[in-house]
């Protein structure tokens, strides 16, 4: 039985922002791979109103095109405005009227049967008035932020809360977001644990010493795979660093932290034990976990971190605090600590990791489950008894 299902995500790659929402395009390619599938996807582009649309963060996205094929899809980008920092609440309304024309004639050429939205905000109430004007089903997916952040401030958690109710089907990352979002008032009936993909083809073990030296490392080597911002507790790696003599800690990603990190780094004395990469393309980034000893990552809070499965798919333990699905994914002790978000105990953990040597196969073995077929094939079994076309 065929099944047409339009995604709606703002979280989505782009040429300006190659890793930007990666899992959701991989997800998309996977179900679009399903025979008698047909998936189209609109990812909105958030751009706000001149000149501040001139800003270098997004004068590059008015560049992109607003169709186009992207791997084996096709992606259709229609912008809408926003106001930075202060319009949030705005942006369910500017979305949905951006869209709307593009999605209703897509819809009279061939009409979709269910709406799956990638995140839970703006996408989940977007979704929500888009599928009441089509009078089709519709299924949100959290992942983290979307709920432990817009599902509890007060300007967004009423849209949130609406679009959870109103939806034939929701999808959580992991059992801990499940109960998240039961807090909020979230009917658990509803959810579904829909855990995230790993390419265990790419991201599997490769010799460590040529790893570390097509990087110029050596010795022990601590890597952080994450965006540089307050929640992801790169500053607490960093100043647990003076308790770890001779390692290197190294951190992949960009953000708003990333000079506040280094002058840190130089106060404490161990800038030059310090690296920061920057965005690291996907591609290298399995080359970059088997440099490591350790992949660490103590957020504030965390869905499933997609960093944890591609670490732990090359053999590398991880080091995470005791957040969203931590427990689901950390079961063996090889596999890596759970620790608490103190500079303190962060130095405790990589130091007893550092002085251990872990059979990188056992390591491994915790990410064998997280494959990209098995995410597909529990959404499309979600999907099709979303939309009524079950098998």
Not at 58 to 72: D, F, G, N, Q
Not at 178 to 191: N, Q, T, Y
Not at 247 to 269: D, F, T
Not at 332 to 361: C, F, K, N, Y
Request: include cysteine; hydrophobic fraction near 45%.
């Amino acid at each position: 039985m065929s099944l047409r299902v339009l995604t709606l995500s703002t979280l989505f790659p782009d040429i300006t922002r190659p890793n930007f929402g990666l899992f959701v395009e991989r997800q998309c390619r996977e179900l679009a791979s399903r025979d008698g599938l047909e998936v189209t996807v609109i990812a909105p582009v958030a751009v706000p109103p001149w000149p501040l649309s001139r800003h270098s963060r997004y004068a590059p996205l008015l560049s992109l095109p607003k169709e186009e094929h992207w791997r084996t899809l096709i992606v259709h980008r229609p912008r809408f405005a926003i106001l930075p920092r202060f319009g949030a609440r705005l942006h369910v309304a500017a979305m949905t009227r951006a869209i709307w024309p593009l999605v209703r004639d897509l819809h009279n050429q061939a009409p979709f049967d269910v709406i799956d939205a990638s995140f839970f905000y703006p996408d989940g109430p977007v979704a929500r008035r888009i599928a009441q004007r089509l009078g089709i089903p519709y299924s949100v997916k959290a992942r983290g932020s979307d709920i432990h952040h817009w599902g509890r401030i007060p300007t967004t958690r009423k849209a949130v809360r609406s679009a959870a109710a109103d939806a034939a089907g929701l999808l959580a990352v992991s059992a801990a977001m499940k109960r998240s979002m039961a807090a909020l008032g979230v009917d658990a009936e509803k959810i579904r644990v829909h855990y995230t993909g790993v390419d265990l083809d790419r991201f599997a073990p490769q010799d460590r010493g040529e790893a570390k030296a097509r990087f110029g490392l050596s010795g022990h080597v601590v890597l952080c795979v994450g965006h540089l911002i307050e929640r992801k507790g790169q500053e607490l790696l960093v100043r647990a660093l003076p308790a770890l003599p001779g390692v290197m800690l190294i951190l992949a990603g960009q953000g708003p932290a990333a000079s506040r990190l280094e002058a840190l780094a130089q106060e404490l004395g161990v800038g030059d034990r310090l690296g920061i990469l920057g965005s690291v393309p996907h591609d290298q980034l399995p080359v970059l976990y088997n440099a490591a000893d350790v992949m660490a990552l103590p957020s504030a809070s965390e869905g499933l971190a997609n960093a944890w499965v591609e670490a732990l798919a090359c053999g590398t333990p991880i080091l995470i605090s005791d957040v969203g699905g931590a427990r689901e994914l950390l079961t063996s002790p090889a596999a890596g600590r759970i620790v608490e978000r103190t500079p303190e105990a962060i130095a405790d953990g990589l130091r007893e990791m550092l002085a251990e040597t872990p059979d990188r196969e056992a390591v491994r073995s915790a990410a064998l489950p997280f494959t990209w077929r098995a995410n597909g094939d529990a959404l499309v079994e979600h999907l099709r008894a979303v939309a009524g076309k079950a098998d």
